[in-house]
């Protein structure tokens, strides 16, 4: 735990302070209509939806799964978050076709887009889709709070869950989006120079740059492993991955369930200086674990081999039946710890931690995921500011800048993880160096830095969940109450029923944050990823191709709910399928998707031509749109 | 949180205990600066 002195408390309450007034500040313009409380109004210069974009990318559970892959795959780790460069691309494509469609969310877009009974239905789907996600988001950067809570102050999970997402909603309720984007401005400032002041004094507390560098290329080699959940006997080996040949075996350990925590810390400490210290033996060597060690089962540890001794790569594996078997840690794993600073360590075409494959397969989600919308869950609060800019041109603007600054963030965040590592090198269990970054700016950060440390780090977490209160808000307002409901609500009636239903959100989240509790890693890549692998090619498709229709989307969505279940957890426990790397995860999820929607698509009717016809007049969508272009022509509704 | 207890071990806090007044001194008036501006902009804008 961390004992604040009166200089932290004092920024940290001066900084909260501010935060939440200047949010409900904005009380009266957001009450005035449905179009202030969750779009301010439409009338945005490019900077403000632009630094709400990259405050609400940054989240309290950011640096936690930042942190999470930059310790363990090194600078190659950033590319997991590389999927944000799809605005880039959309920022001149997708953006500018939903801007001018004036819709508030994409739901409503999809209503104008589709026609019929499938529109309806899409938009209630959709709508309802995005209330849970949002309260799904909202929980899991609540957890994420509650646990860092846990770490500094010792508080129960549930404490920082509720207490800090709370005070975010007062000015939620009190302004609605008029005082998310403002107080994001504001947020936003603050959390981009903690993350830099974090992030220097992390690599100060490493030595430096150059210390980095030198200690990284003389650490010995370390693969992470997680062990059986088996009392055994077990042995390691390490192989040329190219000729087979074994290269070396470690002695006989122990693997039991009955090692105490204070066993764990010990060992840790001892793996740190088995990592640190130079071996002066030339013959290659398992310095950890050793015949008198007992790992704790199914527990995160790091093997340790003299580095300098084997090629570049080596393969490892581990056998708890007297050598009669073997089962792989790790293939084409890379010797030493250089590999760290590099962006490009790959391990293989198709093998390893970091094949070619799986970075191919991002640049293709971050680059043509660019062309539609929806293809990363980020879109959804991207769309919410996209509307809020004053015209297509700020809103292009706003989305390329501020998701330029989230990459650039992640960058710097590196920085301090790689420090991290270079000082405690031997954690092999996520939870544990998951936190890296929080422990950086707690451990060495002076008095009254701290402090603000935790202000920024509040900063952060009230602009994502003021940010998913009011988001959520919209699609339960516009998509069901205004929609369905209540078509003749007034201004006034419909900003109240959006408060009520922020409130309704905040109490889902917790409920939410308590269910996910602390397997934060795992599910964050199970949402970001997995889930939206089966509805990526759509999502593109429903921008740039006319025929594609809504029953065509709505089959997508729904086999794509059942797939990514059974492709991801529930085939592979069965041993039907095998365990599959998250790459071909998603290529599978691509591919037997597509066999559902395609002829759903084309055995239904396309879309009545004259509802195509309007919303092509209005969004001037690009791609294969031809037949409608033509027949828009002819009604002479756009020149030739 | 189990192997925080251990890094508390090698605990070094890093910099002048006055960067502690200054740096978030500073940060506090820029952000209350650009908040003041930010909102007489906003009150132009509806004038």
Same mark, same amino acid.
């Given at each position: 735990?961390?004992?604040?002195?009166?200089l932290?408390?004092?920024?940290?309450?001066?900084?909260?302070?501010?935060?939440?007034?200047?949010?409900?500040?904005?009380?009266?313009?957001?009450?005035?209509?449905?179009?202030?409380?969750?779009? &301010?109004?439409?009338?945005?210069?490019?900077?403000?939806?632009?630094?709400?974009?990259?405050?609400?990318?940054?989240?309290?559970?950011?640096?936690?799964?930042?942190?999470?892959?930059?310790?363990?795959?090194?600078?190659?780790g950033?590319?997991?978050?590389?999927f944000?460069?799809?605005?880039?691309?959309?920022?001149?494509?997708? $953006?500018?076709?939903?801007?001018?469609s004036?819709?508030?969310?994409?739901?409503?877009?999809?209503? @104008?887009?589709?026609?019929?009974?499938?529109?309806?239905?899409?938009?209630?789907?959709?709508?309802?889709?995005?209330?849970?996600?949002?309260?799904?988001?909202?929980?899991?950067?609540?957890?994420?709070?509650?646990?860092?809570?846990?770490?500094i102050?010792?508080?129960?999970?549930? *404490?920082?869950?509720?207490?800090?997402? $709370?005070?975010?909603?007062?000015?939620?309720?009190?302004?609605?989006?008029?005082?998310?984007?403002?107080?994001?401005?504001?947020?936003?400032?603050?959390?981009?120079?903690?993350?830099?002041?974090?992030?220097?004094?992390?690599?100060?507390?490493?030595?430096?740059?150059?210390?980095?560098?030198?200690?990284?290329?003389?650490?010995?080699s370390?693969?992470?492993?997680?062990?059986?959940?088996?009392?055994?006997?077990?042995?390691?080996?390490?192989?040329?991955?190219?000729?087979?040949?074994?290269?070396?075996?470690?002695?006989?350990?122990?693997?039991?369930?009955?090692?105490?925590?204070?066993?764990?810390?010990?060992?840790?400490?001892?793996?740190?200086?088995? =990592?640190?210290?130079?071996?002066?033996?030339?013959?290659?060597?398992?310095?950890?674990?050793?015949?008198?060690?007992?790992?704790?089962? #199914?527990?995160?540890?790091?093997?340790?081999?003299?580095?300098?001794?084997?090629?570049?790569?080596?393969?490892?594996d581990?056998?708890?039946? #007297?050598?009669?078997?073997?089962?792989?840690? &790790?293939?084409?794993?890379?010797?030493? %710890?250089?590999?760290?600073?590099?962006?490009?360590?790959? $391990?293989?075409?198709?093998?390893?931690?970091?094949?070619?494959?799986? /970075?191919?397969?991002?640049?293709i989600?971050?680059?043509?995921?660019?062309?539609?919308?929806?293809?990363?869950i980020?879109?959804?609060?991207?769309?919410?500011r =996209?509307?809020?800019?004053?015209?297509?041109?700020?809103a292009s603007y706003?989305?390329?800048?501020?998701? &330029?600054?989230?990459?650039?963030?992640?960058?710097?965040?590196?920085?301090?993880?790689?420090?991290?590592?270079?000082?405690?090198?031997?954690?092999?269990?996520s939870?544990?160096?998951?936190?890296?970054?929080?422990?950086i700016?707690?451990?060495?950060?002076?008095?009254?830095?701290?402090?603000?440390?935790?202000?920024?780090?509040?900063?952060?977490?009230l602009?994502t969940?003021?940010?998913? @209160?009011?988001?959520?808000?919209?699609?339960?307002?516009?998509? /069901?109450?205004?929609?369905?409901?209540?078509?003749?609500?007034?201004?006034?009636?419909?900003?109240?029923?959006?408060?009520?239903?922020?409130?309704?959100?905040?109490?889902?989240?917790?409920?939410?944050g308590?269910?996910?509790?602390?397997?934060? $890693?795992?599910?964050?890549?199970?949402?970001?990823?997995?889930?939206?692998?089966?509805?990526?090619?759509?999502? *593109?498709? %429903?921008? *740039?191709?006319?025929?594609?229709?809504?029953?065509?989307?709505?089959?997508?969505?729904?086999?794509?709910?059942?797939?990514?279940?059974?492709?991801?957890w529930?085939?592979?426990?069965?041993?039907?399928?095998?365990?599959?790397?998250?790459?071909?995860q998603?290529?599978?999820?691509?591919?037997?998707?597509?066999?559902?929607?395609?002829?759903?698509?084309?055995?239904?009717?396309p879309?009545?031509?004259?509802?195509?016809?309007?919303?092509?007049?209005?969004?001037r969508?690009?791609?294969?749109?031809k037949?409608?272009?033509?027949?828009?022509?002819?009604?002479?509704?756009?020149?030739? | 949180?189990?192997?925080f207890?251990?890094?508390?071990? +090698?605990?070094?806090?890093?910099?002048?205990?006055?960067?502690?007044?200054?740096?978030?001194?500073?940060? +506090?008036?820029?952000? +209350?600066?650009?908040?003041?501006?930010?909102?007489?902009?906003?009150?132009?804008d509806?004038?």
């Open positions: 735990m961390i004992t604040f002195q009166f932290d408390w004092f920024w940290l309450i001066l900084f909260a302070l501010l935060m939440v007034y200047f949010g409900a500040y904005f009380y009266r313009l957001g009450k005035r209509s449905q179009s202030d409380f969750f779009l &301010a109004g439409r009338g945005l210069p490019w900077w403000l939806p632009a630094s709400s974009v990259y405050a609400t990318h940054t989240a309290t559970d950011t640096p936690i799964w930042v942190a999470g892959v930059v310790y363990k795959y090194g600078l190659t950033l590319w997991y978050a590389f944000s460069a799809w605005c880039a691309v959309s920022a001149f494509i997708s $953006t500018r076709i939903f801007r001018r004036l819709a508030y969310s994409q739901a409503e877009w999809q209503s @104008l887009r589709f026609g019929g009974l499938g529109s309806e239905l899409l938009r209630g789907w959709l709508a309802g889709w995005q209330v849970f996600m949002n309260m799904f988001i909202l929980g899991w950067v609540g957890i994420a709070m509650g646990k860092l809570c846990n770490m102050f010792g508080w129960d999970l549930w *404490i920082g869950l509720i207490v800090f997402t $709370t005070i975010g909603a007062i000015y939620v309720l009190a302004s609605g989006y008029w005082g998310v984007v403002m107080a994001d401005f504001q947020q936003g400032i603050i959390a981009l120079l903690i993350i830099i002041i974090v992030s220097v004094w992390g690599v100060l507390a490493a030595g430096g740059p150059q210390e980095i560098f030198n200690r990284l290329n003389s650490y010995n370390t693969a992470e492993w997680k062990t059986p959940n088996i009392n055994t006997s077990a042995i390691i080996r390490i192989k040329d991955p190219d000729s087979g040949k074994i290269l070396v075996k470690s002695q006989k350990f122990l693997i039991s369930e009955n090692i105490s925590d204070e066993k764990i810390h010990k060992d840790e400490l001892k793996i740190h200086n088995i =990592i640190k210290t130079k071996n002066s033996d030339i013959e290659l060597k398992i310095l950890f674990p050793k015949n008198n060690d007992i790992l704790r089962s #199914n527990y995160g540890y790091k093997i340790v081999w003299a580095s300098g001794r084997t090629g570049d790569h080596v393969n490892i581990y056998s708890i039946d #007297n050598e009669k078997s073997w089962s792989k840690i &790790a293939v084409n794993h890379f010797d030493g %710890q250089a590999w760290r600073l590099d962006l490009f360590s790959f $391990t293989g075409t198709f093998e390893g931690q970091f094949p070619i494959a799986w /970075f191919i397969t991002m640049m989600i971050a680059l043509i995921g660019g062309f539609g919308m929806g293809t990363s980020d879109w959804y609060p991207e769309a919410q =996209i509307q809020s800019a004053k015209s297509v041109r700020d706003s989305i390329w800048a501020g998701s &330029a600054l989230v990459l650039i963030r992640n960058a710097i965040w590196a920085g301090a993880i790689i420090g991290f590592f270079v000082i405690y090198p031997g954690l092999g269990n939870s544990s160096y998951e936190m890296a970054w929080y422990k700016g707690f451990d060495y950060l002076p008095v009254g830095l701290v402090g603000f440390l935790f202000a920024g780090v509040l900063a952060i977490h602009s969940v003021s940010t998913h @209160l009011n988001l959520g808000a919209m699609y339960a307002t516009r998509d /069901f109450y205004h929609h369905y409901i209540n078509p003749e609500a007034d201004e006034n009636k419909l900003v109240n029923i959006g408060r009520l239903a922020t409130f309704i959100l905040l109490l889902g989240s917790f409920i939410f308590m269910i996910i509790g602390e397997e934060i $890693t795992s599910w964050l890549i199970f949402a970001l990823w997995i889930m939206a692998a089966g509805v990526w090619l759509p999502n *593109i498709l %429903q921008v *740039i191709w006319w025929r594609f229709n809504s029953w065509g989307y709505l089959s997508a969505w729904i086999a794509n709910l059942g797939l990514s279940w059974l492709i991801v529930i085939l592979p426990s069965f041993g039907i399928i095998p365990d599959l790397p998250d790459y071909l998603f290529w599978t999820l691509i591919f037997l998707n597509a066999l559902v929607y395609l002829p759903v698509t084309y055995l239904t009717k879309e009545n031509m004259d509802h195509l016809v309007e919303y092509y007049v209005m969004c969508p690009i791609g294969f749109w037949p409608v272009k033509n027949e828009a022509i002819r009604k002479g509704l756009i020149k030739k | 949180m189990n192997a207890i251990l890094y508390m071990v +090698f605990q070094t806090r890093i910099g002048h205990p006055y960067l502690g007044i200054i740096i978030p001194a500073l940060i +506090f008036g820029i952000s +209350f600066i650009l908040t003041y501006l930010l909102i007489r902009y906003f009150n132009k509806k004038s």
